[in-house]
């Protein structure tokens, strides 16, 4: 067994401490923010705080708790969040089935996906999206932050990738038993697809959590934002040499605690899904269930 | 008619993806004429005025238009090779890792910074690179280095800019390879333990070739972004000082679209941009058919 | 073989046509409601309340501080409930977005492109000429300028007549397009706050020379009052990211001390306007700063700081200088107590050049402007609103019923014992309530402020409401920053250029100002010399900036 080897005993433990360092490398800056959150105001104007709290309080928290709209927010991210990562993998696991055949049993597949990628590359701008989706009724609705991104299309072709992977054997013996596709495709490919699924739920869920500019543009104000939207609206540095400026708005302005409270709250929800959604990496899972 | 009675399931997967891409890309396409228009809002796009290419020409005639392509070019190009190899090579060492709990760990620890905008980032980074008692010009104090002005200086922009992006996606990027190696049989494994491989030959052999389709998926639609250089982390880190080494098209668009609130002229960038991607699509696609018969979509 | 090709792309295409169809046909039915109700004529008779109320339409772009409290939203609340009972004027909001990203100016271009409705009433910033320009030129929007002779009261009509330039930027064939929203003056003039503690430890006078703030420097870096190493001092805390002139911590008084004032246009010797980047008084000032840099008075990486960033120090208490508007008492200097309780600022004037000079750029009169749309039924709505605002809200004296404050509960409050309570005591929190009204920040006076302040300053007991806000929220020194800002008040200059961009600008000003902040960081680092500053100039002429003074200034023509 090659892990009793001296040598990759030797490795492992470089290896562990390697991986170690640099994922402390990577939270240093989350552990940064969170500082900020638990400090004085005062201090983290001063930007005297470094990985751990000045003064602490739990001030920051208790205003973001408050804010009305924030709640809100959250509820709407994960509203548009589960639907739409629902709605996106249902239209990608269906269509990269057909996708994933192979040209000489299915001609139309290549035209399919030159219009696919043809769709990821290309895009009219922002004018004539905004008339559609005013066309279709959708401004100030739940579903303009939905379906304009229901097909994702670098999703699809994962997925179609994915299902390339899988043994013929699997569908053939599928069909010789009198199966049609889609029987296969929700009874045979759905069960050994699991890590995909999960792989691309998580991209699904991530790109929806963190989409702002759609829910900027086409709800009908800051109650209908998803907090991916709110949060931009708080953090973005803005210019303001030209606004009315004052003490009072300043202040109101720059509260640094708050939206590192903010930020970290927003953030929460899709890290401590991302642990959940590893379990379904599994080894081995797709080639395990063919019988030979 | 024989074909679709075949195939009817086939056209019927795809049928709403389809209707959906027709809605939200393929109808929303016609705005492409705003390129070629003097586009004015009150008049819209069947009033506004043909201008032919003169949006085109604005672009490329600008003094600095080869300086401003060249930046984009060579940062979304080192962006690209690094986010393609950075979590290839990591999710090769994490695989090594026996401890489950422990492999869990690394992995959502390097997904974290992902989640930070490059708003917050960029004030972080700002801090830490500090040539006036940053911490990484004191580490590098230390061992007799420096100071160097990571940030205003045009080469160390590049470089910063680069290793920045690198650090903030290498764990995002990895999910997609430890995906693509849940796929590997480990009966390959253990023929080959029995062969008497050595766990690199193991790797060279089983585990690598297994993420190299995956890689070119990846790399080759990472093709579209040719010519995105990455507007947030640019736009917030940048500065006179690196005009000449870190302007890119994307912030030279939005200063422009600030200045003259001009749409037309956005849309003609846009066009060109994803001309050039798609031709680099079109070719690495056929590269990788006639070489590799691999059909990347 | 073929002919399945053939029929499978006929399926395709097909269905495109199909959905294209289908969506073209939505587009019939919802696009045929614009633009036919201008035959409605009502009798437009100026009334102080309205039975049965009228409507006026708007759209907010929201400043995202803004903060709600008991449920309520930007388009229902206490100030548009406020607004039905008092005159009888339903506000009725189309749609609000949250103004950062250039949100509000995307969403109107949009909004024109499009071809959805505009709201009776748009109130935009004028701090995006180009969005300003592209409205007043759409032909939504009706001249105001004879709505304002007709219906204005003598309150608002003077307190436009403080700076008959406020409409230049609206003024088309010699009518007025929008009326400008009036703003306070001064706000946003420069002097110099400076660590008095630090000052009467060393024992010295406060500078007021160029000269002498070197010698202040010199002596808060390497002889620190409070025994700070001189690499941990920020002497003067300015940083230029993006701009020379700003709100905060920039250094334009320092060309200022020479004669010239960048980013901004200004009536040249010759009486023409002249780019102010340009002027050779510039080149003093960059050799300046140059030196300073050199010697660490600035901070080392100032090329990479925006506003907020200069307020770090200061609140830290490691910087000994920072330049910004009177009012920075009340905020971010609030706060340097806190981290070091012996720090105390005073505001000083600008320090003088060699030849005696100081100059500081100004502030306009005027911030926003109202846009009425040409097909508005009510017009005269619109001034019994801001009418009744000028006269009650904009300065009410003392005894006024608005003296402590306008809705209870959100802008003050009564304790049980009667006694009024603001900001942070108020249950439920502070609301600024001018973020409310139709028309931004309620009405304001220019030199209301201004007066109130130096009331105070003078030692008066807060007695109107103005006077009251500010001893609330100010800060202590505001009072006298604000009396030294009038001490040197003739220092400040305004951009005279305030028309719509030219089209020369559109195409080479984003070079220009790229090469502009490009050649003076680099001299300021020392990557340059001196001299580059003449190529510039001379590149600035020749790459376009000849041809956008000629086209400034023949605007500066048609409205001298």
Known sequence: ?292 | MRQLKRHWPFHLMILPSLVFLILFSYLPMAGIVMAFQDFKPRLGITGSEWIGLDNFRYMFEREDSLEVIWNTLVIAVLKIIFNLAAPFTFALFLNEVRKELFKRYVQTMVYLPHFLSWVILGGILIDILSSDGGFVNRILGMVGIGPIFFLGEGNWFRFTVIISEVWKEFGYGTIVFLAALSNINPSLYEAAEVDGASRWKQTLHITMPSMVPMAIVVGTLALGNILNAGFDQIFNLYNPLVYDKGDIIDTFVYRTAIISGEMGFGTAVGLFKSIISMILIFVSYRMAYKWANYRIF | MISAYKKQLLLVLSLILVVGLLAACGKDNTGTGEGTNAGASTENEYKEKYDPPVTLTTVWGVAPEVKYKNGETIENNVATKWAKEQFGIEIKSLWSVTDTNNALATKLRLAMSSGQDMPDVLVVGNNDPQLVADLVDSGYFREAGDLFDQYANDTWKKAMELDPNVWNPYIRDGKKMGIPVLDYAYNNDYLLWIRQDWLDKLNMKAPTTIAELETVMEAFKNNNPDGLAPDKVTPLSIGFKTKLSSWMGDPSWIFGAYGAMPEQWNVGTDGNLEYGSINTGMKQGLEKLSEWSKKGFIPKEAALWDENKTAEPAVAGTAGIIPGPYWMSGWPLVDTAKNVPTAKWTPIALPKGPDGKATSHGTPFSSAVILINKDIKHPEALFTYENWMFDNFANPAKGSPLEVGMFKGYDYDVDANGNTLYQDDIPGGYINIVRYFLVRDGARIPDAQMTALLELADGKEPETKLEKDIANSFGKQTPEAAKVLMSQKDVALMNMFTGPTTPTMKSKMDYLKKIELQTFNEIIYGTKPIDAFDTFVANWNKSGGEQITKEVNEWYASVK
């Open chain 1, 1 to 292: 067994m090659y892990h009793k080897t001296l040598s990759y005993r030797i490795f492992s433990i470089l290896n562990n401490t390697g991986l170690l360092f640099i994922s402390l490398l990577c939270i240093i800056p989350l552990v940064h923010v969170l500082a900020i959150s638990f400090s004085a105001k005062s201090a983290a104007d001063a930007n005297i705080v470094n990985l751990w709290p000045v003064d602490f309080t739990l001030e920051a928290y208790r205003k973001t708790i408050d804010n009305p709209i924030f709640l809100n927010s959250i509820w709407i991210s994960i509203m548009r969040t589960s639907i739409g990562t629902a709605l996106t993998l249902l239209l990608a696991f269906m269509a990269a089935y057909p996708l994933s055949r192979e040209s000489t049993s299915f001609k139309a597949r290549s035209y399919y996906s030159w219009i696919f990628v043809f769709a990821m590359v290309f895009n009219g701008g922002l004018v004539p999206f905004y008339m559609m989706i005013q066309n279709l009724n959708l401004m100030g609705s739940f579903w303009a932050l939905v379906l304009p991104g229901a097909v994702n299309i670098y999703l699809t072709i994962l997925m179609m990738n994915f299902f390339r992977g899988i043994p013929k054997e699997l569908e053939e013996a599928a069909m010789i038993d009198g199966a049609g596709h889609f029987r296969v495709l929700f009874t045979i490919f759905l069960p050994v697809s699991k890590p995909a699924i999960a792989t691309l739920s998580l991209f699904s869920i991530v790109f929806h959590w963190n989409s702002w500019f759609d829910g900027l543009l086409y709800t009908e104000g800051v109650h209908q934002y998803p907090l991916a939207t709110f949060l931009q609206t708080v953090i973005i540095s803005r210019d303001m040499s030209s606004m009315s400026l004052d003490p009072v708005s300043l202040a109101l302005i720059s509260q640094k605690t708050v939206s590192a409270a903010q930020i970290f709250i927003g953030a929460l929800p899709v890290l401590i899904i991302y642990p959940f959604l590893q379990k379904f990496f599994v080894k081995g899972l797709v080639v395990g269930s063919v019988k030979e």
